[in-house]
Nanobody, 115 residues
Framework: QVQLVESGGGLVQAGGSLRLSCAAS????????MGWYRQAPGKQRELVAA???????NYPDSVKGRFTISRDNAKSTVYLQMNSLKPEDTGVYYC?????????WGQGTQVTVSS
């Protein structure tokens, strides 16, 4: 059974930092591209960071220079370091694993940035 378990969310003031973790089980983690998505109330889910199985990263302009995604294949875990947080970063953050269109999602972790 595939499980993606996110942790590290919480309430932080604008300008602060958080580090999210996503621990995977039930998959060959090193094969999978991993991503972090967020969904704000009333908005569509959007990609905030992705890392390929080979370690190539991708970010939208809205978080580039502030967010860093990394992975530890030995621990089957992907991380999202979020710095200089803004109120517009508020939302539920989801971990995603994708391999040849086999896709899995975590349950999400809430991130709230107060102004």
């Amino acid at each position: 059974q595939v499980q993606l378990v996110e942790s590290g969310g919480g309430l932080v003031q604008a300008g602060g930092s958080l580090r999210l973790s996503c621990a995977a089980s039930g998959i060959i983690f090193s094969f999978y591209a991993m991503g972090w998505y967020r969904q704000a109330p009333g908005k569509q889910r959007e990609l905030v960071a992705a890392i390929s199985s080979g370690g190539r990263t991708n970010y939208p302009d809205s978080v580039k220079g502030r967010f860093t995604i990394s992975r530890d294949n030995a621990k089957s875990t992907v991380y999202l370091q979020m710095n200089s947080l803004k109120p517009e970063d508020t939302g539920v953050y989801y971990c995603n694993a994708n391999f040849n269109n086999y896709e899995h999602w975590g349950q999400g972790t809430q991130v709230t940035v107060s102004s």
